[in-house]
Each structure stands twice: as C-alpha cells, then as structure tokens.
C-alpha cells in the first residue's frame, strides 16, 4: 500500500517557558491554549494553540536527556523545532521514504494525540525535522 501524505498537522515551536509562551498566544493573540500535558515517552510536556486549519504545538523539555532540552541549550530563546504532516499509514509513509533515502529517527510510537507519529532527520528535508503523525 502507498501511503499518503495528507495536512499539516502542526508546526512546534521550542520554548523556554511553557506558561509565559501559552499566556503570549492566549492574551496577545486572543487564541484558545490547551492545558498542558506531559509525554515522558518523547521527553517534553506540551501546549497546543489552536488555530482554525491547524496548531501550534508549544514544546518543552520534561526529564533528563530531552531533545528539546538540547535545542534550548542552543537556542535560548526558543524557535521553531518540527513540522508535523499526517498520513494515513505510518508504516508504510516511514518505509517508503527509508527507500527513498529518508532516515526515520526510530519506531511509530504514540504521540500527543494518541496517535503513532515517527519523525524523520532533518539532515534530510533541508534542515527541517519532519513528524509524521497517522491519523
């Protein structure tokens, strides 16, 4: 089965602190904020903003060793950390770019929505971290 790439799920953003980043997009921008939820699996809490065709996912770092964490060391005051586009089989979206030379980081696990998500290098879409989320 082919699988296809359909919308943007949403677009992550690193921040330094989770409150203060959700009051800006809440009181500045006037838009809905989720409460935020933790996910030790991928190693960060996050906020979603909610926009009417998509999100914005506000991520930061939960526990040692985080990848956000990392990105926050180099970028202190945050920035922009993936783009997430959905698909409708995420087994076969990750097989079929691992042999046209994309490099999944790892194995479908659940991401915040409860669904699988896979994420692919950046090395390999122009410096951009790709999230695949099945939905």
Known sequence: MKATIGRLS???IAVPDLDAAAARYRDGLGLPV???KTL????VTVRFVELPNTHIELLYPHGEGSAVGSF???NKSG????ICLEVDDIV???EELKAAGARP???PKPGAHGNLVVFLH????SGTLIELEQV
Do not use: I, Q, W
């Open 10 to 12: 949403h677009v992550a």
């Open 40 to 43: 030790p699996d991928h190693g």
């Open 92 to 94: 076969a979206a990750r």
């Open 72 to 74: 926050l060391e180099k």
């Open 122 to 125: 950046p090395g390999d879409f």
């Open 79 to 82: 920035g922009l950390h993936h």
């Open 105 to 107: 980081l790892g194995e």
């Open 34 to 36: 989720s409460e935020p």
